[in-house]
């Protein structure tokens, strides 16, 4: 979660399209467990917040980030750390 809550369960989101189903898009369709009833971070925003705090140093060390599209709870994550310059579009 982006926000830190510990929550049982999450909300269903998504949209329901064969299109979703009939080729498994990771993400995409409609998904029982998506949507943190917390925060509404979705859970492409916290795969996308794993990959970075896994395989970067954008949160603890001095970086310059171009953030296109930019989730609102991603990009405040990423402001926090006042070593990073980031720009979004």
Same mark, same amino acid.
């Given at each position: 979660?982006?926000c830190g809550s510990n929550v049982d369960n ?8 064969? +299109?979703?189903?009939?080729?498994? !898009?990771?993400? %995409?369709?409609? /998904?029982?467990?998506?949507?943190? @009833? ?13 990959? +970075?705090?896994?395989?970067?140093? !954008?949160?603890? %060390?001095?970086? /310059?980030?171009?953030?296109?599209? @930019?989730e609102p709870n991603v990009s405040e994550r ?12």
């Amino acid at each position: 979660m982006l926000c830190g809550s510990n929550v049982d369960n999450f909300l269903p989101g998504g949209i329901k399209q064969e +299109l979703f189903s009939q080729h498994h !898009i990771i993400g %995409g369709g409609y /998904r029982d467990n998506s949507i943190c @009833p917390q925060c509404g971070s979705v859970d492409r925003n916290r795969w996308f917040m794993f990959v +970075l705090i896994k395989y970067t140093d !954008i949160f603890f %060390g001095k970086s /310059r980030v171009l953030h296109f599209a @930019p989730e609102p709870n991603v990009s405040e994550r990423i402001r926090s750390n006042m070593n990073c310059d980031i720009i979004t579009v």
